[in-house]
Every structure is written in C-alpha cells, then in structure tokens.
C-alpha cells in the first residue's frame, strides 16, 4: 500500500559518526522525502551540496516524492 504522507529521515548522520554522502544517499534512495540533519554553521554548505547532488540522481527512485 503506497504511502500518504511524507516521509523525514531523522537523525541520519548518527552525530557525526556517518559521513553525510553515505547516509543521505541511503535515506533517499529508500524512500525518505526530507532528511533532518543536524550540524554545525560550517558543515552547512558542504552537505547542502552533497544532498543537493545526491537529489539531481535520484529521478529513478522507487515511488512517489512527497513534499
């Protein structure tokens, strides 16, 4: 049965110990719409573009985007 909701991946980063490439991969591919991640001021820019990579190859995920 398909999912009616979105669907956010929390606490993905296991506080650092997963590098954010490994983990927001991960998440999208299995079905996460949003991904709530924690981090410092000077790690924004750099997982704001590994998480904006890993989205532009994401258009043969399984199952509908919510959000």
Do not use: S
């Amino acid at each position: 049965m398909p999912r009616k909701r979105p669907w956010f991946a929390y606490k993905v980063l296991a506080a650092g110990a997963i590098h954010p490439k490994q983990r927001l991969e991960y998440a999208f591919a299995n079905g996460a719409d949003f991904c709530v991640v924690g981090m410092f001021d000077f790690q924004v820019a750099d997982d704001a573009a590994i998480a904006r990579k890993l989205l532009a190859h994401t258009a043969n995920r399984k199952g509908a985007w919510y959000g």
